[in-house]
């Protein structure tokens, strides 16, 4: 049954240009919205930058530019990043899109013509870096006296004060922990969705939202005098991006099947307070919420601060794009945190990319220019791996659908482990042309066609690479599933192209 699929990745901060952190999340949706895709579901995949606030405000006065030249170099940034990695967002949303304001304002009016908005005083602890406020008790000693540090980017916090309007998330304590009971499968993995019940569990405060003393943001449309608080303009781009305030009925046909994916960092923005505001606004919480760990370098998140950035283009220089992807789906479980090293990186593209998926292209391609005169025989109808293909093809479904890219990828590697432990016991190779070998050579093609399929997430070129030299016309992710992985669908007669190493070894360094 195909269906509608929005997929969306947090909008980035304009303050820092990208780097692996930032991919690991937009490689992930970009490869979920390329498998939705491969089902027949219409799919909308949105990324973006959040471009206001004073964070964003207070870079641009330290570069000595306007707010706004910062913002428009910082997202021409992100964008030929998600150029080089072949990240294809239908939408690349700039919250200083004409079409955002007229959303955020038709939004939050409604909040407030629902009586969930009100005038009062704010004075509290506040971190720029997180655009975030701090109770006393959630912040960090800090060692040099002063203020506390903030628990994310462990610098000190500010103290605030001023004259604000209030959303009042107090009241949506009840509507959370229902919705949460009725959803149980809403926010994944399961030791954040904890998390997120905890919070709204530990008592939730009303929370201003909006600014006083900042020009950079949208203008509160019933007081001129202030503009949103940035986290609240910067949620409601999910909602502009397919039609809020603008088109309606475009709105209707895609919300609430929004897969919002994020880093526990914003857990409590996503978990808490947009469900809360959607639910003020009358609209309804999105479908699913999937929160990922840090990617740490050398243990530690990676940061300005810490001097620890790794940027996608030096890894793409050495790995290729297809590596770069890989590795990223593959070695990064979606969930807990995971440590990047350059050595394991690697090990796995020797391993899974150059040796198995590679070899086995150019085995199979060798062997049939020998034995079968370069033209690739049809698989057995009765092939040992058919059964193996089926069980891959419902894991692989299953994984992605469960937001889990390095399950569905590793079951899909085993199918070419398979494909590649029966031609070692076959060894067409050293056999006769004649039936058998055609067979055994014919399964092998067959492998290599769906692998092609069930990888193009991933592997946006190799796929189409491999697909090419084995015949087929057409690309990989052209194809539909799940009829386009039956058994058999490798029509033999075509002419196998031997070609260069798919993916070249990589050496180790010393
Ligand atoms: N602008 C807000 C998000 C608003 S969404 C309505 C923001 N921006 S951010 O630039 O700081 O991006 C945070 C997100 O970037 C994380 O939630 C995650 O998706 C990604 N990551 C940034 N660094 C990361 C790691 N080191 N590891 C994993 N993901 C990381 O917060």
């Keep these: 049954m195909t269906g509608r699929f929005f997929v969306t990745t947090p909008i980035y901060y304009v303050n820092d240009v990208p780097h692996i952190g930032h991919a690991y999340t937009t490689v992930t949706a970009d490869a979920v919205a390329r498998w939705h895709r491969l089902l027949g579901d219409d799919v909308f995949f949105l990324t973006g930058t959040d471009e206001y606030g004073l964070k964003i405000a207070r870079s641009a006065e330290a570069n000595g530019i306007s707010p706004q030249e910062q913002a428009d170099v910082t997202a021409a940034r992100f964008r030929e990043t998600w150029d080089l990695l072949d990240v294809v967002p239908d939408r690349f949303i700039r ?127 019933w007081d001129d005098s202030q503009v949103f608080y940035v986290w609240y303009d910067a949620l409601i781009n999910y909602a502009t991006a397919i039609g809020y305030g603008s088109d309606p009925d475009r709105f209707a046909t895609w919300w609430p099947h929004v897969h919002h994916l994020l880093a526990k960092d914003i857990l409590r923005f996503h978990c808490v307070y947009w469900p809360a ?30 001097l620890n950035q790794i940027f996608p283009s030096d890894l793409v220089e050495e790995f290729g794009v297809d590596g770069f992807r890989y590795h990223f789906l593959r070695d990064n479980a979606f969930g807990p945190d995971g440590d990047f090293s350059h050595e394991a990186m690697i090990a796995r593209y020797n391993a899974d990319l150059a040796n198995n998926y590679g070899n086995l292209l150019s085995r199979v391609a060798t062997v049939v220019a020998k034995k079968c005169d370069g033209i690739g025989p049809a698989p057995r109808p009765d092939s040992p791996l058919a059964p193996v293909a089926a069980s891959v093809l419902a894991e692989a479904t299953a994984a992605w659908d469960a937001m ?41 093609l067959e492998v290599l066609r769906l692998v092609s399929i069930l990888s193009s997430p991933a ?24 009829e386009a992985a039956a058994w058999g669908g490798y029509p033999g007669g075509l002419v196998v192209e031997k070609g260069t190493p798919l993916f070249p070894r990589l050496k180790v360094q010393d």
């Design 277 to 306: 505001m959607l639910l003020a606004a009358g609209e309804d919480p999105p479908a699913s919420i999937d929160v990922h760990g840090y990617l740490t370098v050398g243990g530690k998140k990676m940061s300005k601060t810490s």
């Design 404 to 444: 889990q890219p390095s399950v569905a990828l590793d079951a899909t590697w085993r199918l070419i482990r398979e494909a590649n432990a029966m031609l070692e016991e076959a060894e067409p190779w050293k056999a006769e042309p004649g039936p058998e070998t055609d067979g055994v050579l014919g399964d092998a």
């Design 95 to 221: 919250t200083t899109d004409a079409d955002h304001a007229v959303a955020v304002q038709a939004f939050l009016q409604k909040v407030h013509d629902s009586g969930h908005i009100y005038q009062s005083a704010y004075a509290g602890w506040y971190c720029v870096a997180c655009e975030a406020y701090y109770e006393d008790d959630d912040l960090l000693p800090n060692p040099d006296g002063g203020p506390g540090l903030d628990p994310i980017h462990e610098r000190p916090v500010e103290w605030f004060e001023e004259e604000n309007w209030f959303f009042r998330l107090s009241a949506f304590e009840q509507p959370l922990l229902d919705w949460y009971a009725a959803n149980p499968d809403a926010v994944g993995p399961e030791g954040k969705r904890n998390e997120a019940l905890g919070l709204i569990k530990g008592g939730l405060r009303d929370i201003s939202i909006t600014r006083s003393s900042l020009g950079w943001g949208i203008p509160v449309p």
């Design 459 to 482: 592997l946006t070129r190799a796929s189409g690479e491999a697909w090419r030299r084995i015949g087929l016309s057409g690309s990989p992710s052209e194809q539909s599933l799940p």
